[in-house]
């Protein structure tokens, strides 16, 4: 079964500071990747994917993750972190059963910016 | 073109009674998911529906819970008898569904609330 792992409950950074937020995934096939964010009390608003390409992907609000085939990871990164970037993020894979658009996500990273 | 629809935005319900979401995907969507996400939790996948069918409920709760995405209408999530433990936000998403890894749009959430 697809599945991601956030071994992070919680990233704190300066900001200003790049920041990174963690992600490896288990997948059987090839890897569709998804990072999602979400601030309070919304839902959950698109950053980026990978489906196929480049390794480096480049995304909403500056944000870019790394596909590392190697490692299984897909890290989400931005080089100069901003408070307004607080919130708490999502990695996703896409479900291959049914070849639909289902998604599993990871339990999700708390990212605190501090000024 | 207006986003994924969810109301309410909060529901409020004693022990015992029924609660009904309602999500009305974006134009163009025929297939919707229902997620659950506990306080400080990620998220759970609940079901997932197209127009009429019901495709995959592998994270519907056996009992109380039902789902449906009538012809005409939008998707509805049914939790009959509620207990406390079902307080939790119940998000909606939508997609085309192309099996491309297209990127799932979400609502804003029901926030359920049984007292």
């Known amino acids: 079964a697809q599945s991601v792992a956030q071994p992070e409950d919680q990233v704190n950074v300066a900001e200003g500071n790049p920041l990174t937020v963690k992600c490896t995934y288990s997948?059987?096939?090839?890897?569709?990747l998804f990072w999602y964010v979400q601030y309070p009390n919304r839902g959950l608003q698109f950053l980026l994917k990978y489906i196929t390409g480049d390794n480096l992907v480049k995304g909403s609000y500056g944000f870019e993750a790394e596909f590392n085939k190697s490692q299984t990871s897909f890290h989400l990164k931005k080089p100069s972190a901003l408070v307004s970037d607080s919130a708490l993020y999502f990695c996703a894979v896409r479900d291959g059963a049914y070849n639909t658009d289902k998604l599993i996500f990871g339990t999700g990273t708390r990212l605190q910016v501090f000024p | 073109n207006a986003g994924v629809m969810q109301n309410p935005r909060h529901l409020v319900r004693r022990r015992g009674q029924e609660a009904r979401l309602r999500c009305s995907p974006m134009k163009g969507h025929s297939h919707v998911y229902w997620y659950r996400q506990l306080p400080e939790e990620g998220l759970k996948f609940m079901v997932y529906l197209q127009k009429e069918n019901i495709i995959d409920e592998s994270g519907m709760p056996k009992e109380r819970f039902s789902a449906e995405f009538p012809k005409e209408g939008p998707s509805i999530l049914r939790i009959q008898q509620v207990v406390r433990g079902d307080s939790a936000a119940y998000f909606c998403a939508s997609s085309p569904d192309t099996g491309r890894g297209e990127k799932l749009f979400f609502g804003s959430g029901t926030q359920l609330s049984v007292l």
């Open positions: 997948v059987s096939g090839n890897p569709y």
